[in-house]
């Protein structure tokens, strides 16, 4: 067999919703290098899920921690590439690079090359240090201020004025509007990345970055100009545009020019709204993690850097072409637990395969097997990931189904641009009135032909419940609750009544719904601490002392919330049971999770199948005295201390992993369709050895067609 | 004697009147410019296309719209704001 003629490794994986670079800089790697290349993933746990997406990676390696010190991180490496050798390395990780560059020449000894920063370029960049870079180079940027201990940082922060950028020393960053809501933030990137905090003048404008790759000699490359397009709640890009500004590229290389750069690079700026003065906010000293824009704007900077390091570009300096955007979606895929399980043991294992995605082409349903067109809603990745899209992913694999049609709202519904999943997407008003909403699903209906509805929001299950008796006389199947089985799901509820009732295989800790400062005050003292603060919508927040309970409510007071629920605080492993309920309000389908990975916000990013036959029972139990019909999720957690489950939460529709229950064999989706259509369900036999696990994936899109939802009110990907 | 500016957008911005005919888009490609607009700013766009003074798009608004004077004076220096900071339009203030 021929050598393969391009051997990278690769690192920055993990990172779940806020992903690290190194899926990304893979994926456009694969694009740039498409024959001969083979790539080895780097990572610190087994938990890299962009590294299972199938056919990315041939190997996945557990790297040595970056704190135990240069050797030891060099004795492994040098080991990983002993077993795989690999000619070139990326690191992708802020951290790394620094590290890596002090290793550079021993690297190169052992014939892994790299093209880094020198150590004293790299320290000038750093978040504490760019104030001044700037200043001494004439570059506009706003006003920094270093706050060592973060309990200063309310007197700073008052003294700076409000509004604020928190930022880490590392990485994280938050708008603060006030003083209470600097200090949170200051504490919460303080425990993470430690070393203090940084205040930062907000410049009211929008946000550029630029991808670059300087030469070893420090001249410019290649570039790759981006206008942030879509900011989601963690202030992180989803979406963003190539842009071709002649002002932006020339201080973008005057920038490179002054700091005498080795390898990638992304610099931050915002632009004002007052006079277009594009201020530089960050210098980052690796890839983006929209890098793969770069390949579908004619630029792919990781296969360029690869080739540079080679001595293979022989290109002159490029730039990316405007006109194309990336939207950053979800991947979901099962992996062997052999695999996760491998890797954890013996720190090497294979990659996964390029598999078959879901076809676009339907299989046609066999004769006399009824058939649908369903639509669903609820399907963006935008800011958490909605159920729709594994709806959507599950429905691909049920044969009664001849199309899936997706039901949007707005211009950031990655589900829009999901040609693999959806026939179409329409737009639904967002006005709550149920007039506009079903004259709107008519109109639908006599486009698409639609034939059921799966709403996979809260908020949209109970808008449809508004007009599920019209949607019925327009032929329109739904699998939808009574307005007061849902009512009685719903945790303002739910949980503060049902802690009098005990269901055998599972509890209800005791919760309390607040209305005040001084209900808070009475009831913390009363659950005691740790203790959960819940908005009614999302945010939940565990906290340990007084003032922080407090604190909490403010926080959520002034996002508008009018009630809060606290719930006391049950440590151990969470859980999550996903059914189907009929008429007789009966569970005909379930399936079982155990949670493995969950992103910041508490949605599962990887978890396996697990059989809990007497927890589903007594949630049957359960369920049948609500009078559930349709889908719903029950999430637990299995009491460390009791030894038993606590009911934290019912949620009155699909969950968001739900895609994996047709992975796992008991497509849950599939069942309701049925189920709907008046066929038996389908005997499930789930495979408890596959896992979930979800990463993020870049999806080309024309710029001039992230308008077109919006100005046409649907999208067609027939 | 003071001289009558005449605003421009830039010649690569395009107009794309949305499904509905109530407004449309603003399209500039090369800054990831993409504006949606109603019916009013659309008639606006669509004089600064070929070339409008602020007088000229304050008539606009007072005998399409039934606006004030006030009024559209205040809306049009908004609008043409607007405009410039996304860095679409040629022309002096």
New interface residues.
């Given amino acids: 067999m021929a050598r393969p003629s391009v051997r990278v490794a690769v690192t920055g994986f993990g990172g779940l919703d806020n992903p690290e670079p190194g899926t990304a800089v893979a994926r456009a790697l694969r694009l740039g290098i498409p024959q001969g290349l083979t790539i080895e993933a780097l990572g610190y746990d087994p938990w890299l899920t962009g590294a299972y997406s199938p056919g990315l990676v041939d190997r996945v390696h557990l790297a040595a921690p970056l704190a135990a010190g240069d050797e030891a991180v060099l004795a492994r490496l040098v080991e990983i590439h002993r077993a795989q050798p690999f000619d070139v390395l990326l690191p992708c990780l802020d951290l790394e690079v620094p590290v890596y560059s002090r290793l550079g020449p021993r690297l190169g000894q052992a014939g892994i090359r790299t093209l880094l920063p020198a150590l004293d370029r790299l320290q000038v960049v750093t978040k504490g240090a760019l104030p001044l870079f700037c200043y001494e180079n004439a570059i506009a940027t706003p006003r920094t201020q270093f706050v060592a201990s973060v309990s200063d940082v309310p007197f700073h922060a008052d003294q700076f004025g409000y509004p604020l950028m928190v930022k880490g020393m590392v990485a994280g960053a938050k708008r603060a509007n006030n003083r209470e809501e600097a200090y949170a933030e200051a504490i919460r990137l303080n425990e993470i990345w430690g070393g203090g905090v940084l205040l930062q003048e907000v410049i009211e404008g ?1 946000e550029y970055n630029a991808a670059m790759v300087a030469r070893a000699d420090g001249s410019c490359l290649a570039l790759v100009l981006l ?1 942030k ?1 879509g900011v989601n709640w963690r202030g992180k890009s989803s979406i963003g ?5 002649p002002d932006f590229e020339r201080d973008a290389r005057a920038i490179l020019a002054k700091l005498r750069w080795r390898g990638p690079l992304e610099l931050e700026f915002v632009r004002s ?2 006079d ?1 003065q594009l201020y530089l906010i960050e210098v980052n000293n690796r890839f983006p993690s929209w890098i793969l824009v770069s390949h579908w704007a004619g630029c792919n900077l990781p296969a360029m850097l690869v080739r540079e390091i080679l001595g293979r570009e022989r290109q002159g300096p490029r730039r990316g072409r ?2 194309v ?1 990336y939207v950053r979606d979800v991947e979901e895929v099962a992996v062997p637990e052999d695999t996760v399980e491998t890797l954890g043991r013996l720190g090497s294992a294979e990659g996964r395969p390029l598999a078959a995605g879901p076809s676009r082409t339907r299989r046609a349903p066999a004769r006399g097997q009824p058939s649908v067109r369903v639509a669903v809603t609820g399907i963006s990745s935008f800011n958490d990931v909605m159920p729709g899209l594994g709806v959507a992913r599950a429905l691909a694999r049920a044969p009664e189904v001849a199309a899936v049609y997706g039901l949007g709202s707005g211009s950031y519904d990655t589900g829009l641009y999901r040609a693999d999943l959806f026939k179409a997407v329409f737009q639904l008003p967002t006005v709550q009135e149920p007039g506009p909403l079903l004259e709107r699903i008519r109109a639908i209906q006599s486009d698409a032909g639609i034939e059921m509805i799966i709403p996979c929001t809260d908020a949209d299950v109970e808008r449809f419940i508004g007009i599920r008796d019209d949607l019925a006389r327009l032929g329109i199947r739904t699998l939808l609750p009574s307005a007061s089985a849902f009512a009685r799901v719903d945790k303002r509820h739910l949980l503060p009544r049902s802690g009098r009732r005990d269901w055998d295989a599972f509890y209800v800790p005791e919760a309390a719904l607040i209305r005040s400062a001084d209900a808070m005050t009475r009831r913390a003292r009363v659950l005691g601490f740790p203790l959960v603060v819940k908005g009614l919508v999302h945010q939940a927040q565990t906290v340990y002392t007084q003032p922080a309970a407090e604190a909490a409510w403010r926080r959520l007071r002034q996002q508008g919330q009018e009630e809060v629920l606290v719930q006391r605080h049950v440590p151990g492993e969470e859980f999550a049971v996903s059914v189907v309920c009929d008429d007789e309000h009966r569970i005909v389908a379930s399936v079982a999770i155990k949670k493995l990975k969950q992103c910041e916000r508490g949605k599962t990013w990887a978890a396996r199948v697990v059989s809990l036959p007497a927890l589903t029972e007594s949630l049957g139990a359960m369920l049948r005295e609500i009078g559930w019909r349709g889908p719903l999720e029950a999430e637990f957690i299995r009491d460390a201390f009791r030894e038993r489950f606590a009911l934290l939460e019912l949620n009155p529709r699909f969950p968001a992993w739900i895609g994996f229950s047709a992975d796992a064999g008991s497509n849950l989706p599939r069942q309701a369709v049925r189920m709907a259509l008046g066929e038996a369900p389908l005997a499930g036999a789930e495979d408890e050895r596959a896992l979930f696990a979800r990463n993020c994936r870049e999806i080309c899109v024309e ?2 067609r ?2 077109a939802f ?4 649907m999208v067609t990907h027939a | 004697m003071s001289k009558v500016a005449t605003l421009k957008l830039r010649s690569r911005v395009r107009l ?1 009147r ?3 005919c109530r407004g ?2 603003l ?1 500039d ?4 410019a ?1 504006c ?1 607009c109603n019916g009013s700013a659309w008639e606006l766009l669509g004089a600064l296309k070929s070339g409008a003074s602020v007088e000229q798009l304050i008539g606009l608004l007072t005998t399409g719209y039934a606006v004030p004077d006030a009024t559209a004076r205040h809306d049009v220096s908004t609008f043409i704001r607007q405009l ?4 679409v339009l040629n022309g002096a203030a």
Avoid: C
Avoid at chain 2, 84 to 87: A, D, H, K, T, V
């Fill in positions: 929008d206008r397009l545009a190539v842009v071709d500004d709204y007052k277009r405007a006109g955007a710029t001039v992230l308008a919006v100005a046409n009110g | 794309e949305s499904a509905d449309g888009l399209i490609i090369p800054s990831a993409l949606q410039r900071s996304i860095g």
